[in-house]
T-cell receptor, first 112, second 111 residues
């Protein structure tokens, strides 16, 4: 168990809908990362937050947004969902002092 | 743009065999290279190699970083069925702790 908690584990929804994925980092970690994993693309970096502020942005679509709250948990919002958004979404956390990331178990999103 | 290429994409071996997984990379201002093991869901950390630590070993697993040739290898000796997983290689560059991942090597160890 990495200590990173993600909910829900599975999510099934329809095209055009909006969903929110939640992540609680390891105790003491200030940095949260979101990654998307699909079969053909592998793990793709979406966005990073550090102590409530956006630190880096990767290949995140404009339909997606994220935030990190004062208690350090983070949410990833996905809107106007398309079939191609079906993937495994991971949250990872780190202390912020190095690049060793600890991953949650992921949220499997299926858009039908 | 940072890039990580892993080979082979998949590998099937018998228990007891030794395997070598390869990772080549291109990254601006290299900071570190990391190996992860992904069995069912969450990738779990194996090793981190930096300029000051180019060789790591833990039990039957070991890894070497060649900064000149821009590659790393992960060796697993005396493989067991529990080693079956996807092994991911990732790199980070200066200015950011985000990781760029390769697509992984799927290792299957058969009894």
């Amino acid at each position: 168990d990495s200590g990173v908690t993600q909910t829900p584990k599975h999510l099934i929804t329809a095209t055009g809908q909006r969903v929110t994925l939640r992540c609680s980092p390891r105790s003491g970690d200030l940095s949260v990362y979101w990654y998307q994993q699909s079969l053909d693309q592998g793990l793709q970096f979406l966005i990073q937050y550090y102590n409530g502020e956006e630190r880096a942005k990767g290949n995140i679509l404009e339909r997606f947004s994220a935030q990190q709250f004062p208690d350090l948990h983070s949410e990833l919002n996905l809107s106007s969902l398309e079939l191609g958004d079906s993937a495994l979404y991971f949250c990872a956390s780190s202390s912020g002092r190095d690049e060793k990331l600890f991953f949650g178990s992921g949220t499997q999103l299926s858009v039908l | 743009e940072d890039k990580v290429v892993q080979s082979p994409l998949s590998l099937v071996v018998h228990e007891g065999d030794t395997v070598t997984l390869n990772c080549s990379y291109e990254v601006t201002n290299f900071r570190s290279l990391l190996w992860y093991k992904q069995e069912k869901k969450a990738p779990t950390f194996l090793f981190m190699l930096t300029s000051s630590g180019i060789e790591k070993k833990s039990g039957r697993l070991s890894s070497i970083l060649d900064k000149k040739e821009l590659f790393s290898i992960l060796n697993i000796t005396a493989t067991q069925t529990g080693d079956s997983a996807v092994y991911l290689c990732a790199v980070s560059g200066a200015g950011s702790y985000q990781l760029t991942f390769g697509k992984g090597t799927k290792l299957s160890v058969i009894p």
